[in-house]
Each structure stands twice: as structure tokens, then as C-alpha cells.
């Protein structure tokens, strides 16, 4: 009994040791993704653009939609931004600086914003991390290749800009009602007697 009891608490012993082996092997948590936005880098961007149409949703009311893929894991996602807003995700860094949509009645509908990318990196080897805009200027989103954001591993596109303009807010209502003022129809003449039939006639006099 007691060599079995000595081969017990020898084999729990050898199981703790590799447990705690194993957990000494696991691999560190990820990192947090780092969202705050670093002072001085977008400072000096220049203002946000307005918008020449008149017509539509005021430009600080506007929301555009953009696409960011990272091209080293493969992952992307929507980043929804007012003009004005700074994202960074990472060590990416986005700017929205105006958004604009063709209006309906146009004959080539459109959807473009005007981007800023900052990243977070070294051009070489020589050099220290640093931040360095990779793109200013338009994109569009039915003729990408007029603009595009050209980095080894980000890539940035718009996918909308949510706009109206006028008339879009309320739908003319279609109502079975008359307007006021139109023309009433007259009243169907009544319909003329029966005439009496013969069981029905007197009969001669006598």
C-alpha cells in the first residue's frame, strides 16, 4: 500500500510540473490595438472642405463609409466618419475631410470622399519610426482607379457617402382624395317608372 501511495503522489507531482510547463509555453496575450490619436500629426491638414453644391445634406452632417483593409492579416473593416473625423487603428491613421454623392437626377451616379492616410513607419532601415502621410485626395467609389492609395500593406476605399437631397426626405403621398376646389360630379338622373302591364289594365265598360 504504501509503494502504491508513493507511485501516487509521484505521478501528481510529474502531472504539476508539466502543467506548469505548459502554461509557461503559452503565448503572450495580443497587444491592445492602439487608438489615440497622436498630437501634431493631423494639426496641420488643412481645414475641411465645403461643399460647392448648395443642394443636400450640410457637409458636417454628411457620413461616409470607408473601407481599411490590412493586407498582412487579411483583415478589414468599416470605419463610418463625419468630415472633420480622425480614426487610427493601429499605426494607420485616416482622415475624412468632405464627402459628396451625385444627385439623383444626374445621369452617372457617383460617390466620393476626400481622404487623408498617415503611417506609422520607417521608408528604411536608416531611418526612425515616424509618422508619414502615404495619400491626400479623392476617392470614388464606382471609378477606383481614377485615385488610389498606394502601400504595401493598407488600402483604403470609400464605399458610401449618405446624403440627401431635396425631395428625397418626404415622398410625394399619394392620396385618392380630390383637391380642394375640383369639379363635383352631377347626380345620376332617376332611373324612369315601370310601365304597367296588361293582368294590370281596366276593363271595358259595360
Not at 508539466?18 to 503565448?27: D, I
Not at 492602439?34 to 465645403?50: M, S, Y
Not at 478589414?76 to 485616416?94: A, E, F, H, T, Y
Amino acid at each position: 500500500m504504501r509503494a502504491r501511495s508513493a507511485r501516487t503522489v509521484a505521478l501528481l507531482a510529474t502531472l504539476a510540473v508539466g502543467l506548469s510547463g505548459c502554461k509557461n509555453n503559452e503565448p503572450p496575450s495580443p497587444k491592445p490595438v492602439e487608438t489615440e490619436i497622436p498630437k501634431g500629426v493631423v494639426q496641420n491638414a488643412g481645414p475641411t472642405i465645403e461643399s460647392g453644391n448648395a443642394l443636400g445634406t450640410p457637409m458636417k452632417d454628411r457620413v461616409a463609409t470607408l473601407g481599411l483593409l490590412n493586407k498582412r492579416n487579411n483583415i478589414s473593416q468599416d470605419l463610418k466618419m463625419k468630415p472633420g473625423d480622425v480614426r487610427r487603428i493601429g499605426n494607420v491613421l485616416v482622415r475624412l475631410q468632405a464627402c459628396e454623392k451625385t444627385a439623383p437626377w444626374e445621369p452617372d451616379p457617383e460617390e466620393g470622399a476626400f481622404v487623408q492616410v498617415w503611417v506609422y513607419e520607417r521608408p528604411d532601415v536608416n531611418t526612425a519610426l515616424a509618422w508619414h502621410k502615404i495619400f491626400s485626395g479623392w476617392l470614388f467609389k464606382n471609378s477606383p482607379s481614377v485615385n488610389v492609395v498606394e502601400h504595401p500593406v493598407y488600402d483604403v476605399w470609400v464605399k458610401s457617402c449618405a446624403m440627401s437631397f431635396p425631395g428625397e426626405e418626404a415622398p410625394a403621398a399619394t392620396s385618392s382624395a380630390k383637391p380642394s376646389g375640383s369639379p363635383t360630379a352631377a347626380p345620376a338622373p332617376p332611373a324612369p317608372a315601370p310601365a304597367p302591364s296588361e293582368s294590370a289594365a281596366p276593363g271595358p265598360e259595360a
